[in-house]
């Protein structure tokens, strides 16, 4: 049996006498080990503890628990340290947001008393001084006056000393004043381009030993003989290099590279050698060709059995009475759905005791709304999984329901796997309506709903309380007799569809058709009742 006290050290020495002890480094003042000695009791650290073997395993492993509690501890306080300063923060930023509020207030009727003050359009003293200025007779008008009137005005005179035909400015500017400022130019710019002129010429000409035009030719004449050795040299360079009969030129090393290079290529790709990378590649491939394999035979393996658990599981529950309960709820889910859909109310009550003494015959009861023309009647619904129930014994069961929940109409539905194969998809019976439903193809909700509209029809021909109301019910009774027929149509498909196989076309356009049909008939069931709410 493991020893319940467990101990864990952080220096290999201990105290003589067993006690803790500490060793530091010296003048520093750090401690550098402290020795413990633990007596541990609780019995998840125990177990945790005992699963490690005795000796420097244990302790390293305790040590290192210990070392994770201590960092979570000092994590933690450094989360509430935060929480405080986060705290405070907040605050401080709250008392702040009010004080420059404060302000931003304050400024702002400030600003718009001193704005009103000087630029309020009845009593701004901006507004007053800009009257003062440009007004009759203002400022600004007897400054103008006094500057312009008359021909001595003193803008007139002005312009007359300074512009005028005997000023200065228009002497300078006279073309035939021989002191004017454009003989001047012309006598400036001819001296210029005629001293431009001879500089020109004088590069230019070969009398001048030191003129640019004798330097180029002299240097030319120097440069040509040099040009032409050091091209000789140089074409001599390039056609040894280009050379293979010389071993150190460009081109031999260039052919020998070439022919490394190939060599090295071909071991890579030959499988003749273990360690090219086609080898390597070829083993790797092999290897995950194999991994591969072994997953999909372990993947397929998988999923046959979860298929077949999957069957056993249907099976099982074709076996029990469970499959019909779960095609029950999923018909009871349907129907408060589509009650709520127009205004009506759709309530489970298979685990209720109805009118008959120990009765729970009827699973679901819908009530027509109150905005219905025959509001307050009622529909007792009957959903079947069960395999041998015929339609007269269907006919019998929904009797007693409708007794039972005290209801006009009656509407039973087969499931589309128990159903008996002699049994059409939908049908009428006085005021009770049988259906076939396949709770799992969407495509039969619609039959769903036909039923369903038909029976609030019928259940809007059974109440008593308007017998007496001249009342049209004959789009009523033909929209009824069309889905009927369209039923009996349907099974025809369905027949054929089991039979004929090369007609799979054709029987999908016609039961294309049937839908479309049944829709239309629930609409015309749908404007019949609305009419009847209307008058």
């Not at 402290?34 to 040590?63: I, K």
């Amino acid at each position: 049996m493991a020893d319940p006290r467990a101990s864990s050290s952080a220096h290999e020495g201990r105290a003589q006498d067993g006690s803790p002890r500490e060793a530091d480094d010296g003048d520093s003042g750090h401690v550098r080990a402290l020795t413990l000695q633990l007596e541990v009791v609780e019995p998840e650290v125990l177990s945790d503890l005992l699963r490690v073997p005795a000796g420097p395993e244990r302790e390293a492993y305790a040590l290192r628990a210990l070392r994770i509690g201590l960092l979570a501890l000092r994590q933690a306080s450094g989360a509430l340290d935060a929480d405080v300063i986060r705290a405070a923060g907040d605050r401080m930023l709250a008392r702040m947001q009010m004080q420059l509020n404060g302000h931003q207030t304050w400024v702002h009727e400030r600003l718009e008393q001193v704005l009103r003050e000087y630029f309020d359009p009845s009593s701004g003293k901006f507004a007053d001084r800009v009257q003062r200025l440009v007004s009759k007779d203002g400022e600004l008008e007897r400054v103008l006056r006094e500057q312009m009137r008359g021909g001595d005005s003193p803008l007139q005179q002005t312009l007359a000393e300074h512009m005028g035909p005997e000023s200065a400015l228009m002497k300078r500017l006279s073309p035939s004043d021989s002191e004017g400022l454009i003989k001047s130019m012309e006598v400036v710019l001819a001296d210029s381009l005629t001293t431009q002129r001879d500089r020109i010429l004088e590069q230019f000409s070969l009398d001048n030993e030191q003129g640019a035009l004798t330097r180029l030719v002299r240097e030319l004449g120097a440069n040509h003989k040099n040009i032409s050795e050091e091209l000789k040299t140089r074409v001599a360079d390039v056609v040894g290099e280009f050379s293979l009969d010389k071993e150190g030129s460009a081109l031999n090393k260039l052919v020998r590279r070439v022919d490394e290079a190939q060599r090295k290529i071909s071991a890579e790709f030959s499988l003749d050698q273990e360690t090219s990378a086609l080898a390597r590649m070829k083993r790797e491939m092999l290897t995950v060709f194999e991994r591969a394999a072994k997953d999909d035979a372990a993947f397929r393996e998988a999923v046959l059995a979860g298929l077949a658990e999957i069957k056993g599981r249907r099976e099982e529950a074709d076996r029990s009475t469970r499959h019909g309960l779960e095609f029950e709820s999923e018909l009871i889910a349907q129907l408060v759905q589509r009650a709520q859909a127009v205004g009506d109310i759709a309530t489970a009550t298979g685990n209720e005791v109805g009118k008959i003494l120990n009765s729970k015959v009827g699973d679901a009861v819908w009530e027509l709304g109150p905005d219905h023309a025959a509001a307050g009647v009622r529909i007792v619904i009957e959903a079947k999984e069960s395999k041998g129930v015929s339609l007269a014994a269907a006919r019998a069961e929904i009797e007693v329901a409708r007794k039972n929940r005290a209801a006009d109409v009656g509407l039973f539905v087969f499931s589309r796997k128990t159903a008996p194969d002699d049994l059409r998809t939908f049908q009428r019976l006085g005021s009770d309506v049988f259906l076939v439903w396949d709770a799992s193809d969407p495509g039969s909700d619609v039959w769903l709903d036909a039923a369903i509209e038909v029976a609030r029809a019928l259940g809007t021909r059974a109440d008593g309380a308007r017998a007496a109301r001249a009342a049209d019910f004959d789009r009523i009774d033909r929209a009824i007799l069309a889905l009927e027929k369209v039923g009996e149509q349907l099974d025809e498909i369905t027949t054929a569809s089991n039979t004929i196989e090369s007609a799979n076309e054709r029987i999908r356009e016609r039961v294309r058709k049937s839908r479309k049909q049944i829709v239309t008939q629930v609409g015309r069931l749908q404007d019949a009742i609305g009419d009847l709410k209307d008058e």
